[in-house]
């Protein structure tokens, strides 16, 4: 009888996903069948030797593309191969994290003119200890409850809270950014405030309308997700943050938007002079046509690169041609391409996607904190 | 050895799935026990004779409303209890099914104080005959294909070639009503135009900006779905024609608005004066704000009830926290059941939901002409 440890079951899918990352990379980046063959029995090789294997630089760079290619609720994929690739395996501090999430703010920001980027720290599984950042974004509001309601990001209270048991105070504003939250293995986290330097703020104003009355709105630059996690050719990277720039309606639609957010509807409708005494009047979706206008105008005055959702749909249709004429499939999931603003008015609505997962890939963990 | 025939089978289920919803009726209803086990057993013993089984008219007129309250796609369901319910399983002519259909649309129609109600003609598999309505919905709109692109309602035009091989001429105008199409069993179909005084349309205007200058537009005022088929404790109906009331967004997002529809947009826009030259103007969800207000604006001024989406999501969560208490689960597809306006304005944008089938339901079926 014949029995399997799971560290021998996870070489074995190390080995399958190793082999079938390396042939795509081969063959999409147009590699010599000998070098290909050579590269794949190097990492055979190193698996055997040590469980696990790590990236070229060529293939880390490509395969974080092919993982924003593949991400299935992304309207901004057309722009997959023209990402900036920080390589920051060698991270070995969190002090050495937070130097290089902040040059990875700086690059991304650009003075406005937003680029793509992703910084890849160590990756799990090899032995050495991994880093987790805690934030959902580099960049985000802190939220407070109080009696009187939640001042800032409701989406923020859970992580505040932690952030203020490990001794952060903010000073209580709508718009506090939160602290960066490092963590290295199991030693308790660092926190590290953001230079206000590498945080671009973009103040709002609509172009015609006083719609901010009473509340002095912002938003930041640049969205970096940074919880989740990278997978490539079966190796993880649990802290990888990446960028793009931001669709309008996440902001005028959403974050703004929301009841469960800034829920700025019913005073964006009260200064337009809105009924907002019956549904009918259709208040809610003019306050969100007009916040959604202010934040557009406002990232064009500034200078800060933003895209409206048709314009992204019909980006999202030449990827969709794009990679058709490439012999690749196009998985999505509906649900998260359709813009939250008229979404029967894009081309995306009216498809379908199938929802399935393709590697490399980012994904969902479990938060590190309880 | 035995051997099963597919009849054999048919009436296996046919025999649970009677089982199953003679049950729920009881159950619903509050019957008898004996009362109860008596029906049951006379619905077998009438399978095991016919291989089917004709219900009374409790079981019919409850099974029609469960299978609105099951439907997954529908948003209004709260009204589910509140529906006439038209028992035409003795119709035997193409004539006597379009009297009832006409008696169906004065009911509902009800002086623009739409009524919830369904037609139910013969059932399927009984060895007689059944009716089929070829028509998607009682009342539409002709659509045709010309040079200059089509006239009317592109969704028709091949519904209309059909109806003008069977020998209808329709005005060319963009608002021609069909006529009805119905067959019995495998003859030809018969054509029925509807008379004016049965098709109650509703004459579209803005309450303040001119957005129909140049375009006539009406719409009608009762939506009756009559190509899907019934289907309640095994026994399948394949012609019973349903109307609700019309949510604004159907007319005003998607029949007029989308692109492969009648596509005002772009001539509201202009009427509006508004900057189509860039998507960032918002100009298409500016001009389906204000196409929505009148469509909102122009049936209250009718006296035909409309509902609202953020109304109708608002009925939407009474009737699940309603299900909730009556102990059922409620099913439903997203996709469908979030409006195409504003979406996360609304409640149903932020849950998830289980589309699972359950019966009694109304499916899709293959359309009777080629
Ligand atoms: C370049 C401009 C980009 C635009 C306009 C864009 C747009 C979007 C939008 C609108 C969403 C949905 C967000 C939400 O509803 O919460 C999304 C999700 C996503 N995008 Fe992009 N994106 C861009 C760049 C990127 C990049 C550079 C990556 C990765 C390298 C990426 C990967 C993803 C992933 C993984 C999600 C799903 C996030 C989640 O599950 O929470 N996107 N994107
Ligand atoms: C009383 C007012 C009603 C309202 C406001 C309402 C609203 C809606 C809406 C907005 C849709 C989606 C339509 C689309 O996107 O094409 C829908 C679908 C549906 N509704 Fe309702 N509905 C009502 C009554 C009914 C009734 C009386 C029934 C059946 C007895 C029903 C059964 C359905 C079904 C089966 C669908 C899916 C249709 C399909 O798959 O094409 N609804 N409803």
């Known amino acids: 009888m014949q029995s399997t440890t799971s560290a021998e079951i996870g070489e074995h ?11 795509r990379v081969a063959e999409e980046t147009g590699m010599e069948e000998a070098a290909a063959a050579a590269r794949r029995r190097e990492v055979l090789a190193e698996i055997a030797a040590t469980g696990t294997y790590s990236h070229t ?24 191969n023209r990402m900036h690739v920080f390589d920051e395996r060698g991270a070995a501090s969190e002090q050495a994290v937070f130097d290089a999430l902040l040059r990875h703010l700086a690059f991304a920001t650009n003075g406005g003119e937003i680029r793509p980027a992703i910084t890849i720290l160590p990756q799990a599984g090899d032995g050495r200890d991994t880093f987790r950042i805690w934030n959902h974004q580099l960049l985000r509001y802190a939220g407070y409850e109080s009696t009187a309601g939640v001042v800032g990001d409701p989406a923020s209270v859970g992580f505040t809270r932690i952030c203020e ?28 405030e953001i230079p206000r330097t590498h945080a671009l703020e973009v103040p709002l104003s609509h172009p015609e309308r006083d719609v901010f009355a ?17 997978e490539i050719g079966g190796i993880r990277y649990p802290a990888a943050p990446f960028n793009g720039w931001y669709m309008g309606t996440e902001i005028g639609s959403r974050n703004l938007g929301d009841e469960a957010r800034y829920n700025l509807l019913p005073r964006v409708a009260a200064n337009l002079g809105l009924d907002t005494s019956s549904n009918a009047s259709l208040w809610k ?45 196009v998985t999505g999931r509906w649900s ?22 393709v590697s490399p890939q980012f994904l969902h963990q479990n938060p590190p904190y309880a």
Chains 1, 2 share one sequence.
């Open 285 to 329: 979706d003019r306050a969100l046509v007009e916040l959604n206008a202010a934040v557009l105008h406002s990232y064009r005055l500034a200078g800060v690169t933003i895209v409206d959702h048709h314009t992204a749909a019909q980006q999202f249709s030449v990827f969709e041609r794009n990679e058709e004429k490439a012999g690749r499939d």
């Open 165 to 192: 048991r490990l001794g952060w105070r903010g000073e209580g504003t709508p718009f506090d950014l939160l602290p960066l939250v490092v963590q290295h293995g199991g030693k308790p986290p660092r926190l590290f």
């Open 13 to 23: 899918s190390t080995q399958s996903e190793a082999k079938l990352f390396l042939a």
């Open 336 to 357: 998260w391409l359709i813009p939250p603003m008229s979404p029967s008015a894009t081309s995306v609505f009216h498809k379908s996607y199938e929802d399935r997962i």
């Open 214 to 230: 009473g509340f002095s709105a912002k938003w930041y630059a640049v969205p970096v997700i940074s919880d989740m996690l990278l």
């Open 57 to 80: 630089p060529e293939e880390l760079t490509h395969g974080a593309k092919m993982a924003w290619r593949n991400a299935n609720r992304c309207i901004g994929r057309l722009f997959w």
